[in-house]
């Protein structure tokens, strides 16, 4: 089911049903905040300078076979995207994914206050976006400020092969305490890649990985 929201004034014939409102953003941060706060769905937030699509969408993929999952399956992440995904999550889901980009200062607490994420992802952080954040040292700490709506028992998942890894774990811990998880291809990480081949005919990648010591084997349709 779907409807377009807004105001009497811009109002259009339209195929859909359309819901009236005063304020339009004030009714989508409504509806996202009821979700949010009633709907029981685990939130995964995920940020950094390269792969948050591509990250949300192959987990949305894996996730999906498995339970109801909900996720915009485009690269939009700032605000009002964000809510509007959080306004279409539905009662059956189990898991919301959000990608939320933390380009300049500032957005990442609140983008992350808007999602109040259960976990939280950091994949590769590298050196765009310096002229917008002031310098390397605001860089790091505005991506790792993307922790600061984490729910009290939540988990951060970091990507250890990231050249800026070890910046990004201590400026999390300046910030607060929370439970940091490692994917990569170090045989310490929680979760680990041992094998990844193309598949030409099917044009997936058929993907090895053990994760917290489980070898598990599985396909994701993603060409980069």
């Known amino acids: 089911k779907a409807a377009v929201l807004t105001n009497e004034n811009i109002a259009k014939a339209s195929k859909y049903p359309i819901l009236l409102v005063k304020n339009s953003k004030k009714a ?7 979700a949010r706060d009633n709907i029981n769905v685990k939130r995964i937030l995920v940020t950094g300078t390269e792969g948050k699509t591509g990250f949300k969408n192959q987990l949305y993929f894996l996730l999906n076979h498995q339970t109801n999952s ?11 995207p964000i809510l509007c995904s959080m306004a ?12 939320a980009s933390v380009a300049e200062p500032n957005v990442g607490v609140i983008r ?15 050196f765009e976006h310096i002229a917008s954040h002031g310098s390397f040292e605001n860089l790091i700490d ?18 250890a092969d990231s050249i800026n890894y070890d910046l990004i774990r201590e400026a999390i ?12 291809s170090n045989k310490k990480c929680n ?27 599985y396909s994701v349709p993603l060409l980069g």
């Open 28 to 34: 989508l941060e409504d509806l996202a905040f009821y």
């Open 70 to 80: 909900h996720a915009t399956l485009d690269s939009s992440n700032l605000n009002v």
């Open 88 to 99: 279409s999550i539905t009662v059956d889901d189990k898991v919301e994914i959000i990608e």
């Open 112 to 126: 992350s206050n808007l999602v109040k994420p259960d976990i939280c992802v950091i994949t590769e952080v590298g």
């Open 142 to 159: 505005n991506k790792a400020s993307i922790i600061d709506g984490l729910k009290q028992d939540g988990i951060c998942v970091l990507n």
């Open 173 to 184: 811990y300046k910030r607060k305490y929370v439970k940091i998880v490692t994917f990569g």
């Open 191 to 217: 979760a680990r890649l041992i094998d990844a081949k193309f598949n030409t005919k099917k044009l997936v990648w058929n993907i090895k990985s053990s994760i917290y010591g489980i070898e598990i084997s």
